[in-house]
């Protein structure tokens, strides 16, 4: 009886492991994907320049180096799909 005892033991300890396992990787995967590129968004410099927290140079230099590292992103990006069609254009807007 003490050897069932024993396994029992064991397979709860291993299950309760397992949960803790698995807990972990979850919130590491929803952690993953709470961040959107580790910088400043424009609607991020626009808040602290209301905010008095940046000088109007400051958000000037910040949103120039936002908008060129935007601009490379879709360069690289079109590089890459070289094939893909350009949007539509002579479609009434909506």
């Given at each position: 009886m003490?050897?069932?005892m024993?396994?029992?033991?064991v397979l709860i300890g291993?299950?309760?492991?397992?949960f803790v396992g698995v807990a972990q990787v979850k919130k590491r995967l929803v952690k993953d994907d709470d961040?959107?590129?580790g910088g400043f968004?424009?609607?991020d410099l626009r808040a602290l320049h209301r905010q008095g927290k940046?000088?109007?140079?400051?958000?000037?230099?910040?949103?120039q180096v936002i908008l060129a590292a935007t601009k490379r992103?879709?360069?690289r990006q079109a590089a890459k799909n070289p094939a893909s069609p350009a949007p539509r254009t002579d479609r009434p807007p909506r």
């Amino acid at each position: 009886m003490s050897d069932v005892m024993f396994w029992a033991v064991v397979l709860i300890g291993l299950l309760l492991a397992a949960f803790v396992g698995v807990a972990q990787v979850k919130k590491r995967l929803v952690k993953d994907d709470d961040l959107s590129g580790g910088g400043f968004s424009l609607g991020d410099l626009r808040a602290l320049h209301r905010q008095g927290k940046m000088s109007d140079e400051e958000f000037e230099k910040a949103k120039q180096v936002i908008l060129a590292a935007t601009k490379r992103a879709a360069e690289r990006q079109a590089a890459k799909n070289p094939a893909s069609p350009a949007p539509r254009t002579d479609r009434p807007p909506r």
